[in-house]
C-alpha cells in the first residue's frame, strides 16, 4: 500500500500510543519500526508509515486514513473471480461464513481468520422479497444446495454463519431470516445491519452507504463506525427493469437479461436513467441536513458504467463505487461473522 495515498491528514497529538484508522483507536497495533498493523478493509495489513515520520513520532501521531479504493477492489476482484471460476484459495486458520439473503441473489461468502476471501457460491432467487421471506421452504433449499456446494469444494462442514438484515427490520422477519440458516444446519454467530456489512469491507467508519438491490434502495449515514440514519425506498433494480419492460414493450424476463448485457449498456442506459435521476433525488433528500461527504455506492442495480456520474451530478457530493457493487456486502457479512 502506497502511503502517501492512504494517509489524508497527519496529526500531532499530545497523547500516548495512539494510531487510528478511519477514525477508530482500537484497530491499529503493534506500532513497530516503519510499519504498524492494522486491520484494512476487514483485512490484517502492514501500514508503511512514511519517511517524515521517525521513532518518537509514532506515540504521538493520529493517522487518519481515508478509503484504499484500489486495495478494495483487489479484494472484492479476488472475491468475484472465486465465485466466478467455483474454486478456493488457500487460507490460513478458522473460516468464516456469510449467508446474504437478497431479493436478487442468495450468496454464501467464506473468509479466513485474517479476512482473505476463500470461496463464495451464489444463486438467483425470488424466495425473499425486500428483506421479507415469501418462500421460506425454498429459501432453506437454496441455502442447503449452497452449502454443500462450498463444503465439497472445501472438503470441511460448515457450522456456523453470519446472516444480515437491511437496516430497520425487526422482531419477526429478522427471526425468520436466521430461521432459514439454521434451518440449513449452521448456527447464526451474528445478524448484522446490511450497511455495517458494506461498510467493514469498504474499510469505513462515516460517510452513507446507498444500497440499490432489486427491490430496494437502502441508505445508511455512519458516524463513527455507527450507523446513525436509515432509510429503504422502495425502488431498485425491479423499477429498472420495468421501465426497460414498457419502453421495449417486451416481457419483465427479457427485459432483465437486457438489462445486464453489458454490451447493449450504451443503449439501454438512456432509457433507465430517469429511474436513477429520481433515485439520487430521493438519496439527496435523506442526506439532508447530514454532514455527508462521500457516498459509497453498493447493491447490482448500480453496475451501470455510468451510475455514479448521474448519482455526482443530482447530489452534487464524491461519489465511490467499488468494483463488482453486489458483492460488497455478502463479502462484509462472512467479514463480521465472529470466529
Ligand atoms: N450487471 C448488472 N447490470 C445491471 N443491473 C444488475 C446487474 N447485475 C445485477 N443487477 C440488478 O441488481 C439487482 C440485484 O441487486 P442485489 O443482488 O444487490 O439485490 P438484493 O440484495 O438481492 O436485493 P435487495 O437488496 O432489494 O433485497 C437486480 O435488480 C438485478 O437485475
Ligand atoms: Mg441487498
Redesign the pocket.
Known sequence: MIVGEVIKRLQILEAQPFVSLNGRPEIASKVSGKSFMAILSGRKTSVQLPGIMNREYYGKAKITMSIDLKSVNNLINNFANLIEEQRINEYKGDLRVGV?L????IVLSVVDEDGNPVAGVSHPGSV????LIVDYVGAVQIVRKLKSQLEEMLGITLTRAATAV?PGTIGGNMKAMSNVVESADMDVTEIID?PTAAASVLGITDGAVV??????T?ISILRNGKVIYTADEPT???H??LVLAGNYKIPFEEA?TL??D?TRQREVFPVIKPVVEKMASIVKRHINGHDVDTIYV????S??DEFETVFQKEIGVNIIKPAH??LI?PLGIALNSLK
Open positions: 446474504d437478497g431479493t436478487a441473489n425473499i422479497k425486500d428483506g437491511p446490511e444500497d440499490v438491490g432489486g427491490g430496494t437502502g431498485g433494480g425491479t429498472m427493469s432483465e438489462k445486464r453489458r453498493v447493491g447490482g442495480a453496475c451501470f457493487p453486489l456486502t
